[in-house]
């Protein structure tokens, strides 16, 4: 089959799922170029993905990392913004209305509590309880063992559910 063809299905059945990823990852920001960007990833290296794992787990393998590039990213404009005596200023991020996320208000707290976890505990709720994806393709996407997988999913939902004082139900 085409490489095309190949990462356009690949495109259909999981660019809703790289999508929530990074929101849960990284917060109300444009994500969009990065759920394109793991395709482009993809696409570029459809070459070496081994057909031992699934294209589902590689895909999230691709999305950890970028989203780790992103933090970097934004840590390092951070700083700079730091830095005093710039010639010249960048523009004011504030978001404006179209930008932010349209969520039910009965979501925001369970968000806002999932923004507020360190980055494994995100990656493994968002993979095993938002996207419903199996312990094995959770392990293989992080780079885990099964049995670290299940440890810390089980830690990251009680951490979760202490943050939202007992309002959380599985």
Excluded at 50 to 55: A, F, I, Y
Excluded at 126 to 150: D, F, P, Y
């Amino acid at each position: 089959m085409d490489k095309e063809k190949i990462i356009t299905d690949w495109f259909y059945q999981y660019s809703d799922e790289m999508y929530n990823f990074f929101i849960y990852r990284l917060g109300n920001t444009d994500v969009e170029d990065l759920v394109q960007e793991v395709f482009i990833r993809a696409m570029k290296g459809i070459e070496t993905f081994q057909e031992n794992s699934s294209p589902r787990t590689w895909l999230y393998s691709i999305a950890k990392n970028l989203a780790v590039d992103e933090v970097r990213r934004r840590n390092r404009k951070k700083w700079k913004s730091l830095i005093p005596f710039r010639a010249h200023h960048e523009p004011n991020t504030v978001e404006t209305p179209e930008q932010l996320l349209q969520l039910k208000e009965e979501h925001n707290e369970l968000y806002e509590a999932i923004l507020s976890l360190k980055a494994s505990y995100r990656d493994v709720l968002i993979m095993r309880g938002i996207n419903v994806c199996s312990v094995q393709e959770t392990a293989e996407a992080l780079g885990w063992s099964e049995s670290k997988t299940r440890s810390t999913y089980y830690r990251s939902k009680k951490a979760l559910k202490k943050r939202l004082g007992g309002k959380f139900h599985e």
